[in-house]
C-alpha cells in the first residue's frame, strides 16, 4: 500500500508533507508525492523549482522514507492528479493541506481540497499549516 501527498511550496503544503512522512514510517508504507501544474501559467507559484524539489527529495531521504515524485504538467486540475495517482498506486491514505478561503474564493477559484475530499476512492486525511 502507498500513502499520496499533495505538495506545493506553502506552508500548508509542507504541513501535508511532513505529516504524510510522519503517516508512511508509522504504517511503513511507500509515499508517493504529487506536485502538478496545468502548464497555462508562465510562473506558477504551486509548482516548485528543481531546487525546491532537490530540497523535498533531501527530507525525504533523511526521514528514511521510501518515495517517489511525480510532477506531471497535463492541463488538469491538481485534485484530479491527486485523485487519479491515488488511483493508479492504490493508496491506502491520502494526505492534503488546508487553507483558509473566502466563500467567493471557493465559488470563482473551487477547492481543489474539497475535490479531493469528496472524488478520493481512500481516506483522506487534511493538516494544516501551524
Not at 498506486?89 to 474539497?114: C, E, F, H, W, Y
Amino acid at each position: 500500500m502507498t500513502i499520496v501527498v499533495g505538495y506545493v511550496p506553502t506552508a500548508e503544503g509542507n504541513a501535508a508533507l511532513d505529516r504524510a512522512v510522519e503517516e508512511a514510517l508509522q504504517r511503513r508504507l511507500r509515499l508517493v508525492v504529487v506536485n502538478s501544474s496545468r502548464g497555462d501559467a508562465l510562473a506558477d507559484p504551486g509548482f516548485p523549482t528543481e531546487a525546491e524539489i532537490e530540497k523535498v527529495r533531501g527530507q525525504l531521504e533523511s526521514a528514511g522514507v521510501d518515495f517517489e515524485i511525480r510532477r506531471p504538467v497535463r492541463g488538469r486540475e491538481a485534485s484530479d492528479e491527486v485523485v487519479d495517482v491515488a488511483k493508479d498506486v492504490d493508496a491506502s491514505l491520502i494526505v492534503i493541506g488546508l487553507r483558509r478561503r473566502t466563500p467567493v474564493g471557493k465559488l470563482i477559484m473551487g477547492s481543489n481540497a474539497q475535490r479531493i475530499l469528496l472524488d478520493a476512492e481512500c481516506p483522506v486525511l487534511a493538516v494544516k499549516a501551524g
